[in-house]
Structures are given as structure tokens and as C-alpha cells.
């Protein structure tokens, strides 16, 4: 570089950046530019001197000089056009640097940015969806208000307590949602069905969990689910629901006269398992709702369920009997529901006298009084080494007392 020029001062210095950080490198174009016009003025100024000197005469006590050669003068401006080629270079060079500089940092800051970008966050919320039959009923989740069915919600992961409909046709259910998951439901309400029924029949409301199951009644296929069967004769339909993949599941409801039976069945979906069953040994019949919705009955070996907590309720009508149950249900398991049934008590009497076997087993001779059985039916036998045998069949509820007695003497 000539002499002349400008070095750059230390604050002009370029600053690596450091090795564990990237760093913005500041540039001071004003200098940068300064340096620039320094070199070219202090080029420019040596290429107007030198043909000067060329072409100055020598002081006369000096031996007398040949005039220049032409081809020498172009040879001298050649070298000096080289010289400025040379400052020119250095322009070139430092422009490059610049340029470099410029996309290193560049190159720091993408790096930094990219880097530093936080990979996507799980989801913290699961889904619910509620439909109900028929549409349009309002949802309120753990009381507060969210709308009308077909609806679908972004929760909490946990429990929560959804509510169906309204006034008498309202119904509760508790549901667990799991984050990133979704849980759907489906409400049978109630509707008027006063003037709907044929005298002798009653309905059904039929889901599926999830919905778009087939569905059959006794054989005879009654649509999707959801569905409502109307007038079906009063007592026990096989309700038979098929999925796309999988067994179909069967279950049994009884049909009252001038009612409607709501029944949800689940299916397990086909990506895993997402339910399991439950199992109850019960010496009597029995219907289990939960949330007042039917979801079988102890007649089925085994029921589907959805995953999580739920609190059943054992009914028999007919007996007096309910009782309710909290039961654990995981993914692929059975989970045995525990059945104690209250004691009632028989009194039984013959004439002339017996010797009375219940169940099978002895009781002993009449007069026997306040025996005490579960409630249900129960089978007695009465004998008389003379007057022969006799059977009779008695059903014990709660808080009744049965009285039983017989006269062997009259076949």
C-alpha cells in the first residue's frame, strides 16, 4: 500500500467472534469509505507526477540529455497504470472482506436463530365431543354452560362432570380426559312418549361409543347408531352392535311399557385398545346403569367399558335391590364387580309337618320360622315319609318377609 495512504485506525479493527457465541460484527462504512478515497487520490496524484519528471529539462551544467523515447514514457505510464492496478486490487480486496464478513455474520445470526427455535410443544388439552338424540340439547361441563349438542370442547386433562339436557331429561356423566386424546359421548334423553307407544310396547334409544355402529334389535337390523327403536313388546331384546373391526357385542335390556330405554355399547376402535370389561357374578338379575344410562346387565359375561373410573349402579327393581359400585376399568383388562346381596328371611310351615331342604341343602322340620336366605328365588322342597313330596317356588326382596305353607295332605 503507498506510504500515503491511511491505516486503519484500532478503532477500525474487526473483532472475531467468539467460538461459544455468535457475535454482530459493526462495520463504519464512513471510515471504510474514507480509506477507499485515500487510496485513489493518493493514486491518482502519483500517476499525474511521474510524466512530469519525464519530461523536465536538466540544469545546464548537466551533460545534455537525450530526448525521451516515446516507447519509454509508454512503458512508465504502463508501470504506473500497474500501480494504480495494484491500489485497485487492494480496493478489491477489501470489498471482499467486507463481503465476507458481511455473510459470515449473516450466516451467525440464521444459525442462532434456527438453533435457538423451541421444538413444538405437546399438546396440554384433550377433546370432548357430545351428541345426544335428539340434537340440540344443552351441555353444561362441570357447571358451567358450553352450548347445544353435536359439540366438541378442548378441556383439562382429568375428570370432569358433563351434563345432558334439561329438567327431567337431564343427564350426568363423568368423563376423564387424557392430553392429546379424544373422548367422545353420547346422551339418550328422554323424550315424551305419552302418545308415541302402541298400549303393551316401549322404545329404545341405542348409541355407540364411537359412533356409526350397526345396529340390530332380536335380529332384525334397525339402522346406525344413534338410533330409537319404538314399539317394541314389553320384556328382554337382544341388542346385537357391530363396529367396522372387531366382535360385534351383544347385550340384553328389558323394555317397560310406555318407557324409553337408553343404552350406550362401546367398541373397541381398531388403531388399540381404548376400553375394557367388567364382570359380574350375581345370583340375581341385575341391570347396570351409570348415570342413569343402561349399559347392560349381569346376564352378559363380560361388558365394555371405557378406560378410566366409573360408578355403577346395580338395580332390581323387582326386588327392592340397588347398590352402586366405583370400578377401575383398564385398557384390555377384566375387572371383576363385587356383588354382596342383602339377607331376607322365609317362614315355613306344613301340615301335618315336613322336612323342608332349600336350595337343595336342609333346613330342618316345620315349623321353621324367619330362615334366613339372599333375596332372589329360591326353590323349596317339603317331605313326609307318608304323604309324599311337594315343591314350591318363592322370591325373597328386601324388607318383605315371605311367608310359606302347605298342606301335604291335598295333591
Not at 551544467?61 to 516507447?71: H, I, N, V
Amino acid at each position: 500500500m503507498p506510504e500515503n495512504s491511511a491505516a486503519p485506525s484500532e478503532n477500525d479493527a474487526i473483532t472475531p467472534p467468539r467460538a461459544t457465541k455468535a457475535q454482530v460484527i459493526h462495520l463504519d462504512a464512513s471510515k471504510t469509505l474514507a480509506l477507499f478515497g485515500s487510496e485513489q487520490r493518493t493514486a491518482e496524484q502519483k500517476a499525474a507526477e511521474r510524466p512530469s519528471e519525464l519530461l523536465s529539462v536538466a540544469p545546464a551544467d548537466d551533460p545534455p540529455r537525450r530526448a525521451p523515447d516515446p516507447t519509454t514514457i509508454g512503458a512508465r505510464t504502463a508501470k504506473s497504470s500497474a500501480g494504480g492496478g495494484r491500489v485497485i486490487g487492494v480496493r478489491g480486496v477489501l470489498v471482499g472482506v467486507l463481503v465476507i464478513v458481511v455473510v459470515a455474520q449473516g450466516a451467525f445470526i440464521a444459525r442462532e436463530v434456527l438453533w435457538s427455535t423451541p421444538a413444538a410443544a405437546a399438546p396440554e388439552t384433550g377433546t370432548l365431543r357430545v351428541s345426544s338424540d335428539p340434537v340440540g340439547a344443552p351441555v353444561v361441563i362441570d357447571g358451567v354452560a358450553q352450548g347445544t349438542t353435536p359439540l366438541e370442547i378442548e378441556l383439562a386433562p382429568g375428570a370432569h362432570t358433563v351434563e345432558v339436557g334439561s329438567g327431567a331429561q337431564a343427564r350426568s356423566q363423568s368423563v376423564t380426559i387424557n392430553r392429546g386424546s379424544t373422548f367422545a359421548m353420547h346422551q339418550g334423553l328422554t323424550v315424551p312418549v305419552a302418545t308415541k307407544f302402541e298400549p303393551g310396547t316401549g322404545g329404545l334409544q341405542i348409541a355407540s361409543e364411537p359412533p356409526g355402529a350397526r345396529v340390530s334389535v332380536d335380529g332384525t337390523p334397525q339402522g346406525i347408531a344413534p338410533v330409537t327403536v319404538m314399539n317394541l313388546k314389553v320384556g328382554d331384546h337382544v341388542v346385537t352392535v357391530r363396529g367396522n373391526a372387531g366382535d360385534p357385542v351383544n347385550r340384553t335390556v328389558q323394555v317397560s311399557e310406555g318407557n324409553m330405554t337408553s343404552l350406550v355399547v362401546a367398541i373397541t376402535p381398531p388403531t388399540g385398545f381404548a376400553s375394557g370389561w367388567i364382570a359380574l357374578n350375581s345370583s340375581i338379575p341385575l341391570q347396570i346403569l351409570e348415570r342413569g344410562t343402561i349399559v347392560g346387565t349381569s346376564d352378559t359375561p363380560r361388558i365394555l367399558l371405557p378406560t378410566g373410573e366409573h360408578e355403577l349402579d346395580l338395580v332390581n327393581a323387582e326386588l327392592g335391590f340397588r347398590t352402586t359400585r366405583s370400578v377401575q376399568v383398564l385398557a384390555g383388562q377384566t375387572a371383576a364387580v363385587p356383588v354382596k346381596l342383602p339377607m331376607g328371611a322365609i317362614s315355613i310351615n306344613a301340615l301335618p309337618w315336613a322336612e323342608v331342604w332349600v336350595d337343595g341343602q336342609p333346613a330342618g322340620e316345620t315349623p321353621i320360622g324367619n330362615f334366613s336366605v339372599t333375596i332372589g328365588r329360591h326353590e323349596l322342597i317339603f317331605r313326609h315319609p307318608e304323604l309324599g313330596e311337594q315343591r314350591r317356588s318363592v322370591t325373597v326382596a328386601v324388607n318383605n318377609p315371605v311367608r310359606v305353607s302347605v298342606d301335604l295332605r291335598k295333591k
